[in-house]
């Protein structure tokens, strides 16, 4: 079992749909980490939230420590929102420990 | 402020041959990663360097794969000889000194290597 759990692994939504993607942890951890990634390879960090929400543009993260479960969510999506997001956690020191990412698409 | 730097952004060789990568991170970032993320996963640590001193290699697969970064800047990460199952792209991030609590990632654009 993966310390990192993200569900889901692929989403499809329509433009203007609210979006939720799911990471949920298994480890003692210092930080929780959203990143997007787009195709070609690079990698974006968008919150890093020990406690509590962060709230950027259309994109609101969430986390519950006693849970151990974060969450990541885009309003009024869009189709450039297509990307990977991937959820990761610190554990020790600044090492980072990766979901396996969900595969978003949004079609106009 | 200039990203994390990354070069060649895509190789393909032929297994058994040599392959090296090259990561300049942001200027300041005490640490440096190097990543290899396998399509349809997540990136997975190979090794990580505080200036340039090793701090976690564990995962990184030493009877082919090296890493130095000899000046406490830029680093390489050198594979040889490639198999087919090192197809992947290569991540380089860094962050500043985790003394000065330093641990939000920056990552720079990946290598894609195809190995034939």
């Known amino acids: 079992k993966n310390e990192v759990e993200q569900s889901p692994q692929n989403l499809t939504a329509q433009e203007g749909e609210f979006i939720t993607i799911n990471c949920s942890y298994s480890v003692g951890i210092s930080a929780l980490h959203w990143l997007q990634q787009h195709p070609g390879g690079g990698i974006v960090s968008l919150f890093m939230l020990s406690s509590g929400k962060k709230k950027h543009g259309r994109l609101i993260a969430t986390i519950n420590i006693q849970e151990k479960h974060s969450s990541l969510h885009i309003t009024a999506s869009h189709p450039r929102d297509s990307a990977v997001y991937i959820c990761a956690v610190t554990t020790s020191g600044s090492r980072l420990t990766f979901g396996e990412g969900t595969q978003l698409t949004v079609n106009p | 402020e200039a990203g994390v730097a990354q070069s060649p952004r895509y190789k393909i060789i032929e297994k058994r041959q040599s392959v090296a990568f090259w990561c300049n991170p942001i200027s300041g970032h005490a640490t440096l990663y190097w990543y290899q993320q396998i399509l349809g996963q997540g990136p997975k640590l190979l090794i990580q360097f505080q200036n340039n001193g090793v701090v976690d290699d564990s995962q990184l697969p030493k009877d082919r794969f090296s890493a130095e970064r000899l000046k406490g800047v830029d680093s390489t990460l050198k594979i040889q000889p490639a198999k087919l199952e090192d197809s992947a792209v290569y991540l380089c991030?860094?962050?500043?000194?985790?003394?000065?609590?330093?641990?939000?990632?920056?990552f720079g654009p990946g290598t894609r290597l195809t190995v034939l």
């Open positions: 991030a860094s962050s500043l000194d985790l003394a000065v609590g330093g641990n939000e990632q920056f």
